[in-house]
């Protein structure tokens, strides 16, 4: 079966334990790159509902200086989110903000939203706050 360790020649035998040590934490390292099962399905959905938050609601969102309803926004957004998806780029709901709903990947611009009751915010900040308000409703 296996030699015992000591009939292994020395430079071996010296290199054992590093070498043992090195392949322990590649292997974390490669356990901690990949998302787990039960937080990956926790992140879709949340962007589901972000998604779903957007399109129902009775807000406007400013893209490039053009105001669109909340349905224009929700396919504007989920496009953005499918490409980043498709190139492994959305790892959390945080990532989906960051990266596809607070600003225009062409001009740079900020994202904005003006709801019927209260001032413009950015749809970064709007967004980040209902991702709380979510979370501490599932937690309850």
Not at 52 to 68: G, L, P
Not at 122 to 132: G, M
């Amino acid at each position: 079966m296996f030699p015992d360790h000591r009939s292994l020649p020395g430079s071996i035998r010296t290199l054992q334990k590093p070498l043992l040590f090195v392949c322990l934490l590649l292997s974390c390292g490669v356990a901690l790159a990949m998302p787990a099962p039960g937080n990956q399905s926790a992140m879709l959905a949340e962007v589901k509902y972000l998604l779903t938050f957007v399109e129902a609601s009775d807000c406007q969102f400013n893209r490039n200086d053009i105001w669109h309803d909340g349905k224009e926004a929700r396919a504007h957004l989920e496009t953005k989110y499918e490409y980043l998806v498709k190139r492994n780029a959305i790892n959390s709901a945080e990532d989906f903000i960051a990266k596809a709903a607070t600003k225009s990947s062409l001009s740079g611009r900020e994202y904005e939203i003006r709801c019927p009751n209260g001032k413009a915010l950015t749809s970064a900040r709007w967004l980040s706050d209902e991702l709380l308000r979510y979370r501490r409703a599932m937690e309850h």
